[in-house]
């Protein structure tokens, strides 16, 4: 991105759900710049609302209000939107396992944040059907797919051949069986 023009001075924002791959992207991307951790809600919202070009490395969980969580200290059942912070259009939000938390309220609050940003999501199992937000709605149409084929050509992986078996067998007494279960499972 950085040896393009255009994106050369864009904010990069590296939305993760894991730390340990936080701090594995910022030990490893070789831009030559410095990456922010925005290791809190707090830090996270500085950091995103400042202008200009840098990379932010942020977890999906850090697009909250702490402040307005419930008054137990649970999370809120809608968490509670940053606001927005920054509506540069310099901005690019890469995604990582964008079929996760991406499609909740963690997410909206993201975009809320960053309204025009481009929006770039990570999945090797983009969300097709069903009851959740589909990935396509969250990000737009496919623009590269990787597949395992692919992966097999390329070296990356190799191919698993297995055969299943199917093995008879019986249980003597089963009655004693069934009580341990119960006895085991019984709440």
Known sequence: MRSIEGLAAAKVV???DRTQLQRQLSRTLMTGEEIQEAASVKKAKRLLSEHGPG???????????????????????????????NADESVVSLNDEAH?????RLDTNLFEA??????????GTPI???????????????????LLADAEADGAVV??????NTVKGAVRDGRDLDEVFEEMFAE
């Open 100 to 104: 996760r938390s991406h499609g909740s």
């Open 128 to 146: 097709i059907m069903g009851k959740k937000k589909r990935t396509s709605q969250i990000f737009g149409p496919v623009t590269d797919r990787y």
């Open 55 to 85: 990379i932010v490395a942020v977890m999906i969980l850090r697009q909250q209000d702490v402040a307005a969580r419930k008054s137990d200290g649970e999370p809120s059942e809608t968490a509670p939107s940053l606001g927005e912070l």
């Open 14 to 16: 590296l939305v993760t």
């Open 159 to 164: 191919r698993i051949i297995y055969e299943g």
């Open 114 to 123: 960053l309204p025009n940003c481009a929006r770039i999501g990570f999945t």
